[in-house]
């Protein structure tokens, strides 16, 4: 699977968004490490916080389908410059991804940015962290 496959995939996936309220398209790919691939796009709502991501969705479907090691994501939108994930998904990410997993970040007319796990969100909160609390180990 090629980046540009991923992307595609992406983009495919951004003509399912439900967003009338925004009006802003996103859609996401992810591959596992298994090589199998989980589409999402962004779900909004008529309460407006109760909206999904593309990238979480992509995710969660990956992890509702029994998987949860993942290598690479692609996130897609038709802006100028390539839509970089918002926080929340930043942290859903941290959760399931390697510090190495990539993040392809694409605009529709293909131009894009490629950054790691490490890179989107340093010095991240872990499911270590809070294993780790003192008294949770007593
Ligand atoms: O990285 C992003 C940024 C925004 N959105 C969605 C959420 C909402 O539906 C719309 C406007 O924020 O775009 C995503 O899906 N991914
Ligand atoms: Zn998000």
């Known amino acids: 699977m090629t980046k540009e496959e991923l992307i595609n995939l ?3 996936a951004r003509e399912r968004a439900y967003i009338p309220y925004s009006k802003f398209g996103v859609g ?3 591959l596992t490490k298994a090589g199998n691939v989980y589409q999402g796009c962004n779900i909004e709502n008529a309460a407006y916080p109760v909206t999904c991501c593309a990238e979480r969705t992509a995710i969660f479907q990956a992890v509702a389908n029994g998987e949860r090691d ?5 996130v897609v ?3 100028e410059r390539p839509v970089p994930p918002c926080g929340s998904c930043r942290q859903v990410m941290a959760e399931f991804f ?3 997993a990539v993040i392809h970040i694409s605009n529709m007319s293909g131009v894009s ?3 790691t796990m ?3 969100l340093p010095f991240s909160f872990q499911p270590e962290d809070l294993f780790s609390d003192e008294k949770a180990s007593q």
Do not use: G, R
């Not at 993942?70 to 692609?74: C, D, G, V």
């Open 10 to 12: 992406a983009k495919e």
């Open 28 to 30: 996401a790919a992810v």
């Open 70 to 74: 993942f290598s690479e994501i692609a």
């Open 77 to 79: 939108a038709n802006t």
């Open 98 to 100: 390697p510090q190495d």
């Open 113 to 115: 940015k490629t950054v």
């Open 118 to 120: 490490e890179e989107l």
